[in-house]
């Protein structure tokens, strides 16, 4: 099993999975440039999130899971089917999502916090297991 981490993640924003190009994992396993052309929406979050991709070669197929965590004061439509794009320090793009299933699952926690040491809000857990579910952006436009 090969684990990395996305280090220093800048900017999280949602789009719904219907506005990815379709066969977004497919095209990012051949190398073809992927762009999203459509408008997102930002998330303000505190602290320091996280975006861990663990991959293994498992039944003569390659399967990749990757896990996104990060706490917000701002509630996140988690009903819908949303892709999630980051941004990393440097300025890499990378979406979390498909326009087809499988569809990343959102797991959110929500908190009160305490006077001394956790800040209240919510902690959103956003997982998707693929073929390919980390994919790099080649253009995204930054709304």
């Known amino acids: 099993m090969k684990k990395s981490s996305l280090p ?21 396993l051949v190398g073809q440039p992927i762009g999203i052309y459509d408008t997102m929406t930002e998330v303000c979050f505190t602290g320091t999130p996280t975006c861990i991709t663990e991959s293994e070669y498992d039944n003569h197929a390659q399967t990749e899971k990757t896990m996104l965590t990060f706490h917000s004061v701002q509630e996140v439509p988690i009903r819908r089917q949303l892709a999630f794009v980051i941004t990393d320090a440097q300025g890499n793009s990378f979406v979390i999502g498909h326009a087809e299933a499988p569809f990343p699952t959102v797991k959110v926690t929500h908190s009160h916090g305490t006077p001394a040491e956790e800040k209240a809000g919510y902690t959103y857990e956003v997982k998707l297991i693929g073929r390919k579910t980390l994919i790099k952006l080649s253009q995204s436009m930054e709304l």
């Open 8 to 28: 220093g993640i800048t900017a999280i924003r949602y789009i719904p999975c219907v506005s990815l190009p379709l066969n977004i994992e497919l095209k990012a």
